[in-house]
């Protein structure tokens, strides 16, 4: 997601994610990571454009790319040349795969959703701030 669309939209919508138990294997932020590392080469340069630290997209890939039958994202390290990041075959599929389950999940659920909406605040609430207890519960 080029930086220009980073700051979060104040009108709901409807986010799909495909989950394997607790873990997401693909959602929009995943997508559009796979997307920023086949426009830019890199997965460094893609967490850049999203505002995501090298760590945090690294993982990303690594989480995304086991939770598949086949590599979405290759890597080859360093060298005269640099390193560098390629979206395999597969993960254009996959992504392309999971944006028509987005438009597809969206506009049958876009009248329910439409009259959801309303039902929201029009200010969302601050963030939370609130921190867990790490005292053990009897």
């Known amino acids: 997601m080029p930086k220009s669309q980073t700051k979060k939209s104040q009108v709901p919508q409807p986010r799909v994610r495909v989950l394997m138990g607790e873990l997401t294997a693909m959602g929009p932020g995943r997508a559009d990571l796979i ?3 086949e ?3 890199s997965i460094s340069a893609a967490g850049r454009e999203m505002n995501m630290s090298y760590r945090r997209a690294w993982t990303l890939v690594e989480t995304t790319n086991a939770s598949f039958i086949e590599p979405l994202v290759v890597t080859s390290t360093g060298g005269s040349g640099g390193g560098g990041a390629l979206v395999t075959d597969f993960g254009r599929g996959v992504v392309e795969r999971y944006r028509a389950m987005e438009r597809k999940a969206s506009k049958a659920i876009s009248s329910d959703f439409a009259v959801f909406s309303k039902l929201l ?5 601050p963030a939370s701030k609130a921190k867990t207890s790490k005292t053990p519960q009897k």
């Open 39 to 41: 426009r830019t080469g």
């Open 35 to 37: 997307d920023a590392i």
């Open 121 to 125: 605040s029009t200010t969302p609430p």
